[in-house]
């Protein structure tokens, strides 16, 4: 008997490079997540230690003072809401992602489910033939005359 050949196995080892390329696009948005919350989190400590150096009466500090500080917070009001919204966009990204993935992984699974069940099939085929074989060879020996 021959040994065994799945006729799909270019189609699994193409699946299965997609789902790679798939995973790999997933760890990027992901690591553009993390950099755009690292973004959100240095201005909000930049912005609480400006709070800080603000003294406890507003009153003594000069009116372009105040008008600097208060266009320094407008700004990163202003940054904060557009991170908001890059953070937002790159979850719905990261989300539509992650489904890609599973589709490419629940369609490398399908292959390889169809592979194990060839196998399967092909190692029956093959334990039942060489018992047939070996049912032959025994009725051949006994048949011989001494």
Same mark, same amino acid.
């Given at each position: 008997? &021959? ?17 790679? $390329? ?8 992901? $690591? ?15 912005a609480a230690e400006a ?34 919204? $890059? ?19 629940? &369609?490398? &699974? ?24 070996a049912g032959e060879m ?9």
């Amino acid at each position: 008997m &021959q040994r065994f050949e799945f006729k799909f196995e270019k189609v699994l080892e193409w699946r299965a490079a997609r789902l790679e $390329k798939e995973e790999a696009h997933l760890l990027r948005l992901r $690591k553009e997540r993390e950099e755009l919350l690292l973004v959100r989190s240095t201005i909000e400590e930049g912005a609480a230690e400006a709070a800080q150096v603000i003294p406890p009466d507003p009153g003594r500090l000069a009116g372009t003072d105040l008008a600097m500080l208060a266009e320094y917070e407008r700004s990163v009001k202003i940054r904060l809401k557009k991170l908001a919204a $890059k953070v937002k966009e790159a979850d719905a990204r990261i989300q539509e992602q992650t489904r890609v993935v599973m589709e490419a992984d629940r &369609q490398k &699974q399908l292959l390889e489910d169809l592979r194990k069940s060839e196998f399967e099939e092909w190692t029956y085929e093959f334990n039942r033939e060489i018992e047939s074989t070996a049912g032959e060879m025994f009725l051949a020996r006994w048949k011989r005359p001494a």
